[in-house]
């Protein structure tokens, strides 16, 4: 039977998932910047139902499982720093799990952002001409940020979000990386979707390392710049500005 406590290894950072390298996990989503002279448009659709308390269930590294309830949108607070050249580094913040944060000690503001899980319509084809489309991605956006503030609208609106096809563009200069304007499509049907189409479990997508392990990251890059409240500098790339 699930519990609705926070599970002990996120209390104590004593224990947590085996691996401590996250970035195969999966994608996050993000759209490119439209601008005048090109319109960019994405086209996703959300999977989780908000209405309910989810059950995860997480395996620890003695081989035990965990069950637990817990409220949606998942929410956790998360850092996002320049590391190798690029932006794509997340880590959840340790702080509010009651312990040192070594990347909150560096001066870095923590963002708190909600998760959700989306497929991306969007076709394209890698280097050994594979086409891929329909792929899930995690959709990671800070709880004060205006595309969470059309998300919640939404929500309210329809009764949830489960199944919601949206057109999706970004528009200003400092908006978020998931966009800022939402076109409502149409009601998917989840009969339709793919096996593997089913929300993230998030805790193993942006599961909390441990204290070591961000102290060895914070002293192997104690000179890295830190974002101003986790959004990247403008002058970056856009392909190494992932924004949340």
Same mark, same amino acid.
């Given at each position: 039977?699930?519990?609705?406590?926070?599970?002990?290894?996120?209390?104590?950072?004593?224990?947590?998932?085996?691996?401590?390298?996250?970035?195969?996990?999966?994608?996050?989503?993000?759209?490119?910047?439209?601008?005048?002279?090109?319109?960019?448009? +994405?086209?996703?659709?959300?999977?989780?139902?908000?209405?309910?308390?989810?059950?995860?269930?997480?395996?620890?590294?003695? +081989?035990?499982?965990?069950?637990?309830?817990?409220?949606?949108?998942?929410?956790?607070?998360?850092?996002?720093?320049?590391?190798?050249?690029?932006?794509?580094?997340?880590?959840?913040?340790?702080?509010?799990?009651?312990?040192?944060?070594?990347?909150?000690?560096?001066?870095?503001?923590?963002?708190?952002?909600?998760?959700?899980?989306?497929?991306?319509?969007?076709?394209?084809?890698?280097?050994?001409?594979?086409?891929?489309?329909?792929?899930?991605?995690?959709?990671?956006?800070?709880?004060?940020?205006?595309?969470?503030?059309?998300?919640?609208?939404?929500?309210?609106?329809?009764? +949830?979000?489960?199944?919601?096809?949206?057109?999706?563009?970004?528009?200003?200069?400092?908006?978020?990386?998931?966009?800022?304007?939402?076109?409502?499509?149409?009601?998917?049907?989840?009969?339709?979707?793919?096996?593997?189409?089913?929300?993230?479990?998030?805790?193993?997508?942006?599961?909390?390392?441990?204290?070591?392990?961000?102290?060895?990251?914070?002293?192997?890059?104690?000179?890295?710049?830190?974002?101003?409240?986790?959004?990247?500098?403008?002058?970056?790339?856009?392909?190494?500005?992932?924004?949340?």
């Amino acid at each position: 039977m699930a519990n609705t406590q926070i599970p002990a290894w996120m209390q104590t950072g004593t224990a947590i998932p085996p691996k401590e390298d996250f970035s195969d996990r999966v994608h996050r989503y993000w759209l490119p910047r439209s601008t005048p002279d090109k319109k960019i448009v +994405g086209e996703i659709t959300f999977l989780d139902d908000v209405s309910v308390n989810r059950e995860f269930e997480i395996e620890l590294p003695d +081989g035990k499982k965990e069950k637990y309830k817990v409220p949606q949108p998942i929410r956790l607070h998360e850092h996002n720093i320049f590391l190798n050249g690029h932006w794509r580094n997340w880590y959840t913040c340790l702080a509010p799990f009651g312990f040192p944060c070594p990347i909150c000690a560096i001066q870095d503001r923590a963002g708190l952002v909600a998760y959700f899980t989306v497929i991306d319509h969007k076709e394209w084809t890698d280097k050994k001409d594979r086409v891929h489309k329909d792929e899930l991605k995690l959709f990671a956006v800070k709880v004060n940020s205006v595309a969470f503030a059309l998300i919640v609208e939404e929500i309210e609106e329809r009764g +949830g979000i489960r199944g919601c096809r949206y057109k999706v563009r970004r528009l200003g200069d400092k908006s978020p990386g998931v966009g800022d304007t939402f076109q409502f499509v149409r009601k998917e049907d989840p009969a339709t979707w793919k096996p593997e189409h089913e929300p993230l479990n998030y805790l193993k997508v942006a599961g909390p390392r441990t204290v070591k392990a961000l102290e060895q990251i914070v002293g192997a890059n104690a000179n890295a710049p830190a974002p101003e409240d986790g959004v990247p500098n403008e002058a970056n790339n856009d392909a190494d500005k992932v924004q949340y």
